[in-house]
Each structure stands twice: as structure tokens, then as C-alpha cells.
């Protein structure tokens, strides 16, 4: 089922739109900097972020850790299985949180 704005930015920018969020963050951005941007600008920007992502893949916003970590391990290891990559994500955040706990445990004993 479409929404009414899904189904007016379809008729606007054509069947490829879809909600996305690289066209979220944008419209955030506008709203934070007092200058809330029409439909019209929207549909210009998505469709020319979309056009220049379809040349360019676009790397996932730095939130998207797990995204991040699947797409370089599968760079880097092409056959590996699901399971071969969730375990080497386990292994990294049990790695990444003994390094910021030895930070902060530095931290704590300066003060």
C-alpha cells in the first residue's frame, strides 16, 4: 500500500522513488537551517542524488556500522557465509569495546 506522499513524489520524480535516507537526512538538514524546502526542491534533489548514486554507490552513513563491516568483509572475502561474517562481527565489537573500556578506565583513574 502507498502512502499519499510516496504515491505524490512517484507521480512527481516517477516509480524508482522510494523514501531513502540520504533524501531524509537532506530534508532534516533544510528544516534544522530555518529553510524547509518544497516539494518541488525535494523531488529536484532526490532525483539528482539518485542519478549520481546509480554512477557512484555511496558509502552508508558511519550509524551504520554493521552495514559498513558487511560491505568491507565481503570486499575482502567474497565466499563468506553469513554465519562467517557474523562471527567475525562478534569478534570486532567484543575487540572494539575492550579498546574503548581500557580508554575509559584510563580516564577514570586520571581524575
Not at 546509480?54 to 565466499?79: G, T, V
Request: proline share 5%; charged share 35%; net charge positive.
Amino acid at each position: 500500500m502507498t502512502y499519499l506522499p510516496e504515491f505524490f513524489f512517484k507521480k512527481l520524480i516517477g516509480q524508482h522513488f522510494h523514501f531513502t535516507a540520504f533524501g531524509q537526512d537532506w530534508i532534516l538538514s533544510r528544516w534544522r537551517e530555518g529553510n524547509p524546502p518544497t516539494y518541488s526542491e525535494f523531488a529536484k534533489f532526490w532525483q539528482e542524488e539518485y542519478l549520481r548514486r546509480e554512477k557512484s554507490e555511496a558509502n552508508p552513513k558511519k550509524e551504520w556500522a554493521y552495514l559498513n563491516f558487511i560491505r568491507q568483509f565481503h570486499k575482502e572475502y567474497p565466499d563468506a557465509s553469513k554465519q562467517d561474517i557474523t562471527k567475525e562481527w562478534e569478534r570486532k565489537r567484543k575487540e572494539k569495546f575492550k579498546q574503548a573500556k581500557s580508554i575509559l578506565d584510563r580516564i577514570l583513574l586520571k581524575s
